[in-house]
């Protein structure tokens, strides 16, 4: 469980990295809209933490 846990969480991290780079890149380039990337990022991000939850619930 806890190898599962802790690859869930790389994975999160690197989501999080990723909206992160857009989010700046946004503010660098206002003429681009990356809100669709945007949240498909965050659906992502979304469908991780559910996982790692139901890992959690799965192992009580």
Excluded: A, P, Q, R
Aim: glycine share 4%; with cysteine.
């Amino acid at each position: 469980m806890e190898e599962k846990i802790l690859n869930i969480c790389s994975k999160l991290f690197d989501k999080l990295t990723i909206l992160k780079g857009y989010l700046i890149l946004g503010k660098e380039h206002k003429k681009i809209d990356y809100s669709l990337i945007l949240i498909n990022e965050i659906n992502e991000i979304d469908s991780l933490i559910c996982e790692i939850v139901d890992t959690v619930k799965n192992n009580e």
